[in-house]
């Protein structure tokens, strides 16, 4: 079940370069990159407002602003800064490497313990999408690799810590309460990039990029994404990640048009032949947290967490 729900997760999530990429085109990146918080955090506040779930505790409450950071700013923001210059098939094989970036902010926290094989089989996928962008960009990375690879690093933070809190307020909780606690910042951001940046000649394609990333990058594909990882646990689950490379380059050559070279789909089957093997490895989970950070060793376990609470 855990691994159908990452599936999902990442299958809502794989169209989300090219829907940015669609709407970067002629709106404005920053826009593009934060307005889809505003949409998702008002849909948010509703969904908590109607199921009437408890606030989160203090300790929490600041935990969620580590996945604030990672999945609410950080990887929209600098993914759509990149997709400026970048085609989304490019783009999508450099996130190839979110999946082990995520292993290791799990191992960081302290939250689990992965085996030599994993460790092996994720290594492999890293190795796959290292080659595949040193030969696009002829050994020298571009800048806008640079903007995704700080968006790469922003997400792993946000799927670590969003997984592990996961466990405790459930996983569609822990994206809406994220989402809401950032509308005070998301909002001003949003209206200001709206006033200075270009946004009132977007054609309907553009708006519709946008309203993808608003309703399911950022919103229900953290439904499913969130629970899997609290199920199975995030290195493990994470890895089912390195699938979506292959159904991004599906979507941009589909949707887009854009060329996908043999290299592309190369590095891509490799990753993807990767998820396989991360699923047949052993992760042994450590103690909780309770604090989401490495520091801490106090274990916590939220009475909330309820056996298939996630979806609720």
Known sequence: MAVFLGFLGVLGFSGSLPATRLAVEHLDATFVGVGRAVVAGVMA??????????????????????????????FPLFTALALNTLTSAHGAVIVGLLPAATAVAAVLYRAERPSAGFWVASGAGLVAVMVFAAIQG?????????LVLIAVAFGALGYAEGGMLARELGGWQTICWALVIALPLTIPVTVVAGLTGDVSGGDPAAWGGFAYTCLISMFLGFFAWYAGLARGGVAKIGQV?????????????????EHVSRGMVAAALVVLACVVATQRTRVSARPETGSGGPSSGRPSRSPRATPGSDLA
């Not at 002829?138 to 640079?146: C, F, K, V, W």
């Not at 979506?244 to 979507?251: H, K, N, Y």
């Open 45 to 74: 506040a509703v969904l908590l407002a109607l199921s009437r779930q408890p606030r989160p505790t203090r300790r929490q409450f600041w935990r969620l602003w580590l996945v604030v950071a990672g999945v609410v700013f950080g």
């Open 138 to 146: 002829a050994g020298a990375p571009s800048a806008a690799d640079g």
């Open 241 to 257: 990640q390195l699938a979506q490379p292959v159904l991004t380059l599906v979507w941009a050559a589909l949707l887009l048009g």
